[in-house]
T-cell receptor, first 116, second 114 residues
Framework: AQTVTQSQPEMSVQEAETVTLSCTYD???????LFWYKQPPSRQMILVIR??????QNATENRFSVNFQKAAKSFSLKISDSQLGDAAMYFC?????????????FGKGTHLIIQP | DAGITQSPRHKVTETGTPVTLRCHQT?????MYWYRQDPGHGLRLIHY???????DKGEVSDGYSVSRSKTEDFLLTLESATSSQTSVYFC?????????????FGEGSWLTVV
């Protein structure tokens, strides 16, 4: 079974600084997808960024980028120029590739605090 | 936005009573999921559906049943609610095929069992 581990229950960063959230996963599959979801206090689940395992290039979405290390099974999220609105729970998630019904396997989350 | 509506959004119920949560989607997504979210556990899959009347168990299915009689509706039922089922429940949907790489979430249903 796949597992996703987020080793940082809580992180704190000064506004405008850069922060990196860690995620490792375990799978025997060679093709899969990795995601970072943001959950603000409203509890809405917002997709931040997605990475396809067969792509070597790291995904980037504006101030958010990932460092995907397939051999190490590591998928960290870097947030540049942190803003107060970035404060939230961040979840790393995994899904096997293919058209099947597989759902997401989530890590336990990292609570990101932005210090003004 | 995948047009997912969950109802009720908030509910308080007593131990031993049946509870049904409804998920309604407007995008004709084939796959639908129910997750629960608890502190320290992230989101865990309860049940999922891969078509009308086609459902299967997830990681934490004990005490829950589901039904999908129409593409757009996926119901989660707690036959006899227990305090351990106090949680936030999320419905999610996904397109079929490799184009359906993204899973979309509803806004959550807060259930308190007293």
């Amino acid at each position: 079974a796949q597992t996703v581990t987020q080793s940082q229950p809580e992180m704190s960063v000064q506004e405008a600084e850069t922060v990196t959230l860690s995620c490792t996963y375990d799978t025997s599959e060679s093709d899969y997808y990795l995601f970072w979801y943001k959950q603000p206090p409203s509890r809405q689940m917002i997709l931040v960024i997605r990475q396809e395992a067969y792509k070597q290039q790291n995904a980037t979405e504006n101030r958010f980028s990932v460092n995907f290390q397939k051999a190490a099974k590591s998928f960290s999220l870097k947030i540049s120029d942190s803003q107060l609105g970035d404060a939230a729970m961040y979840f790393c998630a995994y899904r096997r590739s293919g058209g099947g019904a597989d759902g997401l396997t989530f890590g336990k989350g990292t609570h990101l605090i932005i210090q003004p | 936005d995948a047009g997912i509506t969950q109802s009720p959004r908030h509910k308080v119920t007593e131990t031993g009573t049946p509870v049904t949560l409804r998920c309604h989607q407007t995008e004709n997504h084939r796959y639908m999921y129910w997750y629960r979210q608890d502190p320290g556990h992230g989101l865990r899959l309860i049940h999922y559906s891969y078509g009308v009347k086609d459902t299967d168990k997830g990681e934490v299915s004990d005490g829950y049943s589901v039904s999908r009689s129409k593409t757009e509706d996926f119901l989660l039922t707690l036959e006899s609610a227990t305090s351990s089922q106090t949680s936030v429940y999320f419905c999610a949907t996904r397109l079929t095929g490799t184009s359906g790489n993204t899973i979309y979430f509803g806004e959550g249903s807060w259930l308190t069992v007293v």
